[in-house]
């Protein structure tokens, strides 16, 4: 049976139209030999997911991502259609994450379950949500070191500054004070060589200074130490004398009838100096006619 060349050439663009659908649908994640449920997520950012990429349960693919596109009806947030190829049921309230699935930053998507008991069908449009990155994760660790870096560095370059301008005046006082340092570097230099010149002297100063102290070591002053001891261990011995009351000097100083036998004689002696001086004829006898005073009547004096 021999067919026409037209029919050869149908049948021919037909297959070849067939797998260039086909081929392409494969590219971008369907099979037009399997059965698959389509469903619908809004994000605001996709964070770099592309058409292609797989949709996973617990690292395991069930799925891929089918077309992203805007919404102007939902004021312009990604649409985000993905397609289920295996035969799995998840409730309505299932959230598909956009998360990172190596450290290169390809992106996926990911179903976690939601607890919802009614069941999502073909074409619903489920939740989106982001899982934070590991380059997002890292960033966060590293913000605050990166603060306290700059606040470091801030410090450091301040302390510089205060450091240069520092060095600065520095400088600017001993360019300033240049000839009163020269000065006093000549004073140095000059008391340094006089030093020099009376080294002599004080070596000389420094020999008697040594045979005073030999001679105050050879010295005993052990035995002038012991006679000192001596000497005022015996005026002790005579205070304590003196205060126990023997002894004369104890005697005049303590007993109170020497005191007042001195006290009466010393009345007496005043008392005769009185009546000398008021009657001196009663003691001094001179007379040119050989007339006599009266004697003295001793109890006047008393």
């Known amino acids: 049976m021999r067919y026409s060349k037209e029919l050869l050439i149908g049948i021919t ?8 659908i086909g081929g392409y649908n494969f590219l971008k994640g369907k099979n037009i030999f399997s059965v698959k449920r389509e469903y619908h997520a809004f994000y605001e950012h996709v964070h770099g997911l592309e058409v292609g990429q797989p949709v996973t349960v617990n690292g395991y693919k069930i799925g891929q991502v089918t077309e992203i596109k805007f919404d102007a009806s939902f004021g312009g947030p990604l649409l985000v259609g993905f ?7 998840f409730p309505v309230d299932t959230k598909f994450e956009i998360y990172d699935m190596d450290i290169m930053g390809a992106k996926g998507l990911q179903l976690v379950p939601g607890h919802s008991k009614t069941m999502a069908i073909t074409g619903d449009t489920l939740l989106g949500d982001i899982k934070i990155s590991l380059t997002e ?5 590293f913000v ?12 450091v ?10 060095s600065e005046k520095v400088i600017n006082l001993i360019e300033i004070n240049q000839r009163s340092i020269s000065r006093a570097a000549q004073n140095i230099d000059s008391l340094s060589s006089a030093f020099i010149s009376q080294k002599d002297d004080f070596k000389s100063i420094l020999s008697n200074v040594a045979v005073l102290s030999e001679d105050l070591a050879l010295s005993n002053f052990s035995e002038a130490i012991s ?6 261990h015996s005026i002790n011995l005579v205070f304590n004398d003196v205060h126990s009351g023997s002894g004369s000097l104890s005697k005049i100083i303590s007993n109170d009838e020497l005191y007042f036998e001195m006290k009466s004689s010393v ?3 005043e008392l005769l100096l009185e009546d000398l001086r008021n009657h001196p004829k009663r003691y001094v006898h001179f007379s040119l006619f050989g007339k006599n005073e009266s004697p003295i009547d001793s109890t006047n004096l008393k």
């Open 227 to 232: 006679q000192v001891n001596q000497t005022m």
């Open 157 to 166: 370059d301040s302390t510089l500054k205060s450091v240069t301008i520092l």
């Open 83 to 89: 397609t289920i190829s295996k035969p799995l049921n």
């Open 137 to 141: 994760q890292v960033t966060k660790q």
């Open 13 to 20: 663009t037909l297959a070849t139209s067939i797998c260039l």
């Open 144 to 155: 605050p070191i990166k603060e306290g870096t700059e606040k470091l560095m801030n410090s």
């Open 267 to 269: 009345l007496q002696l």
